[in-house]
């Protein structure tokens, strides 16, 4: 593919801060029916099956409690280039 064939991303920065974020929400984009398996029920397995699978959750302070609100309660958004 040529660079040509590249698109432009425009993020829609509303859409971004309400996507939920949870403590699994890299997991899910790994894999996302690891809920479902087999291993992963199993809680004696558990341990095993997120290192031989290399899945990554979020710490406590990277996701699921933090939000991108100001002090006031109100949804700010930096816009501008990154």
Known sequence: ??????????PNPIRLIEE????????????????????????AERPDFIEVNKLRFLRPYQGGGSS?????????????SL
Do not use: H
């Not at 593919?1 to 425009?10: D, F, H, L």
């Not at 939920?20 to 809680?43: C, F, H, K, M």
């Open 1 to 10: 593919m040529s660079v040509a064939g590249y698109q432009r991303v425009e």
């Open 68 to 80: 991108c609100r100001s002090g006031s309660g109100e949804r700010r958004v930096k816009t501008g």
């Open 20 to 43: 939920p974020v949870s403590d699994d929400y890299i997991v899910l984009t790994q894999r996302p029916g690891y809920q479902a398996e087999a291993a992963w029920q199993n809680e």
